[in-house]
């Protein structure tokens, strides 16, 4: 019982800081949970720590730590069976110790006489010998050690720098030079050491603003109220970022403005400040003529500011700055801010002004002069083989009208790349070329197919707005897509250098969703034949690459439907049957669904694997015919009269586009079809009755299999 109560009354609250120059901010939430928690798994590992402890990560520029609740200074003493050797080798013929065992058990810091305590246990084939032992509990400093060392080892850093310590001679490897470390145990410090530094009690608070220099921490379960009260620093990432969001959006509403919303640099900002302050600034009006993407991407990309937009989400001239110190008057730091952000603000309007003095027309020719990849040419052979990608697929889907739109925004589509304002800011591609070709008085469908042929970018992306867009942009991936499998760039494993998975998914949600009736194996048939009109010799037509495209978008395909929601079952009884037009699979896959709820779906599913089964093993050809005069057996005339009845239903339904209604109509074949397996001999003796019995189940299977193959709904 007294054991038991100085178990509890050691068990405490721990703390653990590192103190360091200031960390990658991209990175910094990363490492501070990384932090936390690996250092916490560790205690728990060795009894230290309860699996159901608090475990609170903090981060700020200069510091990772973690708070974890009742850890013990001790753990408790754990039983363990310990395997010595095999009995054979342990014990001679009499049963006694061998001189191997008594060397083992004399290692272990015991004698001859603990033989009497061994067990005897079976290990695989043989009998070894176990020995039965406490095993001394792990003091908290020995633990927190082992535990500080794993953390600190297994910290995802992007880039380790290596620096020396006072010494001038000991180098050490670290995301930045720490510069302190603490180790509280409720009010103890444990004495454990970490990158040349011996844990204290100690701290620092704001660079600036801090009360208290050096901050002596009272207890670990004070450090996050010590470093507001006296260190003026907020030390909980997530606490930090929650005041930033909530001064943004106040001074936001004070201005009868909002700040743009950026989760990413929301996280930045939050891992540049200690204690935020939000100001807000503003530059001269004029600057609004530039677009205001270029001006939004470069104060939150270079300045790290939150730009405000109206009520219809125009930029405005005011901008929000998220400070680490908070001055009595603030005026200073907006005004630096002001000055800072206007030679910035000033470039990107040369750069507007500069490109708007060459015409996209002009430009065209120089995209000779950019490398798309050594074996597919240039951007400008890149250029001419997407307008004519584009053109034809124009041609399948629309008019002469909708053919000419595309050329023209198909030619421009890669011009922008050229200009000094997309040098500067690549994430501006197509932002700007529809900029440019508004300025010169092309029509808003042409434009605007320019800035949205890189759409969707990314999974859950928006279209292109427009029929001109869908097409340019269908024709771009294609080309990407297509081009570069042909010369074997296809993705290995989780690298995809050229992001071909994220072209696959565009282009099949662009048929499917823009409902465009093109056969996709021809589609990518035709897009290969102009790579082989170059003289691609490495991008041969050949079948084997079509069917290694398809097969990759398919498998795209069945990902993403299954993560809207579909069964694998179901996704594979759709795609099973390659279907051309993908703009059906979402019908098929609804009348799938449907047809898994009724009550008839399972033995129809099982008897349709069961006839696939028998038909797959039939040499030669089978015809779905029935001569009606060789139905022997009433269950084969019962079948036989079901389906005559039901496929005309079924078939009307299909060829209407009610996949639901066909798949549906198929349940009144559950009774022929399970009485035809439970009295019929498909492989009859008589040969005549045989072929016209497989002909029965070919006709089944058939009709069965026209929405999906159901065979694969079969548990």
């Not at 603490?182 to 970490?194: D, F, R």
């Not at 019908?587 to 009550?599: G, I, N, Q, W």
Request: with cysteine; glycine share 6%; net charge negative.
């Amino acid at each position: 019982m007294t054991d038991t109560n100085e178990k509890i009354m050691s068990t405490q609250n721990l703390l653990v800081e590192l103190f360091v120059e200031e960390l990658p901010p991209k990175v910094l939430n990363k490492l501070g949970d990384a932090f936390a928690n690996v250092l916490a798994e560790s205690l728990v590992a060795q009894g230290l720590a309860d699996a159901t402890a608090a475990v609170t990560p903090y981060a700020s520029p200069r510091r990772l730590a973690v708070h974890i609740t009742q850890v013990l200074a001790t753990s408790a003493d754990k039983a363990i069976t310990q395997k010595l050797m095999p009995v054979s080798v342990g014990l001679d013929v009499d049963g006694k110790a061998t001189p191997a065992l008594i060397k083992r058990l004399n290692g272990m810091g015991l004698d001859e006489s603990e033989v009497t305590n061994l067990t005897q246990q079976m290990d695989g084939k043989n009998a070894a010998l176990f020995l039965d032992v406490v095993q001394a509990g792990v003091a908290l400093k020995e633990g927190l050690q082992i535990a500080l060392h794993e953390a600190i080892s297994k910290l995802p850093i992007p880039k380790v720098m290596t620096y020396q310590l006072a010494d001038g001679w000991t180098g050490v490897n670290f995301v930045r030079p720490a510069h302190g470390l603490v180790a509280l145990h409720g009010s103890e410090v444990v004495a454990v050491t970490a990158l040349g530094l011996s844990a204290g009690k100690q701290t620092q608070g704001h660079r600036f603003e801090a009360k208290v220099s050096p901050l002596v921490l009272k207890h670990a379960d004070h450090y996050a109220e010590q470093l507001k009260t006296e260190g003026a620093v907020i030390a909980s990432f997530s606490e930090r970022k929650a005041e930033i969001a909530r001064q943004l959006k106040a001074a936001g509403l004070s201005a009868g403005l909002k700040p743009i919303e950026d989760e990413a640099l929301l996280d930045e900002v939050t891992a540049l400040v200690e204690r935020p302050n939000v100001l807000l600034g503003q530059f001269e009006a004029v600057y609004l003529e530039v677009p205001q993407e270029c001006l939004i991407l470069t104060m939150k990309a270079n300045q790290k500011y939150f730009p405000l937009l109206d009520a219809n989400n125009k930029l405005s001239n005011q901008f929000l700055i998220v400070s680490n110190i908070s001055p009595d008057d603030p005026s200073s730091v907006i005004g630096g801010n002001e000055r800072v952000v206007r030679p910035r603000l000033a470039d990107a309007k040369f750069f507007f002004d500069q490109d708007r003095k060459k015409t996209l027309e002009s430009r065209v020719a120089d995209l000779v002069k950019v490398v798309y990849h050594n074996k597919l040419g240039n951007q400008l052979q890149r250029n001419q083989r997407v307008v004519k990608i584009a053109a034809a697929i124009a041609n399948q889907v629309g008019d002469s009208e909708l053919g000419r739109a595309v050329a023209i925004a198909a030619g421009f589509s890669k011009v922008d790349l050229l200009t000094d304002m997309v040098g500067e800011f690549p994430e501006l591609q197509g932002i700007m070329g529809r900029y440019y070709a508004q300025h010169e008085g092309w029509d808003d469908a042409i434009a605007y197919a320019i800035e949205d042929h890189y759409k969707p970018r990314f999974a859950g992306d928006e279209l292109p707005r427009n029929q001109v867009g869908i097409v340019l942009a269908l024709a771009d991936k294609l080309e990407t897509l297509v081009g570069l499998f042909s010369i074997g760039e296809k993705p290995t494993g989780d690298k995809d250098p050229f992001g071909l998975r994220r072209q696959a998914l565009g282009i099949i949600r662009m048929l499917i969703e823009a409902k465009l009736d093109l056969p996709f194996e021809q589609l990518i048939h035709d897009v290969l034949q102009q790579f082989a009109q170059e003289g691609h010799a490495e991008a041969g037509n050949t079948q084997a690459t079509v069917q290694s495209i398809k097969d990759f978008c398919f498998d795209r395909l069945s990902v993403n439907l299954r993560d809207q929601g579909a069964s694998p079952q179901e996704v594979d009884a759709v795609l099973a049957l390659n279907p051309q037009l993908l703009t059906e699979i979402p019908t098929r896959l609804t009348a799938v669904r449907a047809f898994s709820t009724l009550a008839e779906a399972p033995a129809l599913a099982a008897a349709n694997k069961r006839v696939g089964n028998i038909l797959k093993k039939i040499e030669g050809e089978i015809k779905a015919e029935v001569s009606a005069v060789l139905l022997q057996e009433a269950a084969e005339i019962a079948l036989h009269q079901a389906l005559v009845a039901v496929k005309p239903e079924a078939d009307r339904a299909f060829d209407s586009g009610d996949y639901t209604a066909s798949l549906q109509a198929l349940a009144a074949l559950k009774t022929p079809v399970d009485a035809f397996f439970d009295s019929v001999m498909v492989n009859a003796d008589d040969l005549a009755l045989r072929a016209n019995r497989q002909g029965l189940l070919a006709m089944l299977h058939r009709a069965m299999n026209r929405v999906a193959d159901l065979s694969k709904l079969a548990s």
